[in-house]
């Protein structure tokens, strides 16, 4: 099992994916904002989302742990 934590604290503006989903590396998991700006999150590897931490709305520090996948 594998996490993607996240980059930078800011508010998870949107989730995009859904726990089954299978992802490509460097595929685009979640988005967060911060200061009016849009940052994407990337899986750094290819993989089962398993579990998703957050929900749209929620703020994250860095190194927050967002999802894991398998």
Known sequence: ?????????????????????????DQEVVILESMKMEIPIEAEESGTITEIKVNEGDFVNEGDVILTIE
Do not use: H
């Not at 594998?2 to 989730?15: L, Y």
């Open 1 to 25: 099992m594998k996490e993607i934590t996240s980059i930078m604290t800011g508010n998870v503006w949107k989730v995009l994916v859904n726990v089954g989903d299978k992802i490509e590396a």
